[in-house]
């Protein structure tokens, strides 16, 4: 394998959520994922765009392996995961970890960010009991937050220093992919390209696999290696990061590039 070996893909992935009510009764149902295929290699980000309802965070659940899919493939280091259960979903699961965009609703309002963090560890079985303490105190280190959050609750906490405490919960479980889903969108402008920065600087330290999901293009492509674009459950377009956003073609991601705002820029002047 070359350094350039892919960790996670998806082939051929197609995806239909049982439909509600009337559109159930008259069989109306449309893919939330059709056909699509996807490769994450090895210590790169593959940017996600696409407009809200393209099947964005669709792709990154059933790549995390939480929600099944009806047809296709998601190869893990180029195993298969199909059939995998108990003890074995659930170490695969500890390897894709998910930062989606809202934290509050991804944190319990009632525990403490240390007991948030150690329940990981303790739940995969990562440092013995005795060190938890200590690595939870280095998890918040490493996302810039300090020791003394770990006896605070979320709501104790902004918007941007909640997605920081998401973010160490995930790297808590020692991922080897990385899927952020939206995880700054909701955050103000100069907070996004903070945590924008921290993301970028994990991924290198810690030679994460990330897949970075937006709607807005321009972050994308501050931060992605290599660019698809999602547009009604399908991927439209495949582009080299580095080429730019000027040179996606389809008339769909013109669209999108047209409509995004700037924010790459800040993130871009402060070096993390
Ligand atoms: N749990 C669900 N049940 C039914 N339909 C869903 C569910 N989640 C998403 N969908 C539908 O699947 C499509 C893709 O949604 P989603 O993956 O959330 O897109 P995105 O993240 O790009 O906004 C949308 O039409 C959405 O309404
Ligand atoms: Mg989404």
């Known amino acids: 394998m070359t350094q350039h070996e892919v960790v996670l893909a998806g082939v051929g992935l197609t995806k239909t959520y049982r439909a509600r009510g009337a559109a159930s009764r008259r069989g109306l149902t449309r893919p939330a994922l059709k056909d699509v295929t996807v490769e994450l290699r090895r210590g790169q980000v593959l940017g996600v ?19 099944p899919i009806d047809q296709g493939q998601i190869l893990f ?7 995998l259960k108990g003890k074995e979903l659930r170490a695969h699961r500890r390897l894709i970890q ?11 309002p009632s525990q403490t960010v240390g007991s948030a963090l150690t329940e990981v560890l303790s739940v995969h079985n990562l440092r013995p009991r005795e060190e938890r303490p200590a690595r939870v105190a ?4 490493v996302v810039g937050m300090p020791a003394s959050a ?22 808590a479980a020692e991922p080897v992919v990385l899927i952020a889903d939206e995880a700054v969108s909701a955050l103000d402008v100069s907070i996004q ?3 924008l920065n921290l993301l970028l600087k994990l ?5 994460l696999t990330v897949m970075f999901i937006s709607h807005d293009l321009h972050v994308v492509e501050h931060v992605a290696d290599h ?12 582009a080299d990061a580095k080429d730019g956003i000027a040179s996606l073609t389809h008339p769909y991601s013109q669209a999108l590039a047209a409509a995004a705002p700037t924010v790459a820029k800040a993130a871009g002047k402060e070096e993390p």
């Not at 998910?98 to 319990?108: G, K, R």
């Not at 280095?138 to 280190?141: A, K, Q």
């Not at 660019?227 to 495949?238: F, K, N």
């Open 203 to 207: 991924q290198r330290d810690l030679h």
């Open 98 to 108: 998910t930062v989606f965009q809202d934290p509050m609703a991804s944190l319990d």
């Open 227 to 238: 660019i698809v674009v999602m547009y009604a459950g399908e991927i439209v377009e495949h």
């Open 77 to 83: 280091e180029g195993e298969d995961t199909k059939g």
């Open 193 to 195: 390209a903070q945590v």
């Open 138 to 141: 280095e998890l918040l280190d």
């Open 150 to 171: 770990a006896h605070r609750r979320p709501a104790e906490f902004s918007g941007g220093q909640r997605q920081r405490i998401c973010i160490a919960r995930a790297l």
């Open 49 to 67: 765009i696409g407009e809200s309802g393209s099947g964005k965070t669709t792709l990154a659940r059933c790549l995390a392996l939480l929600e």
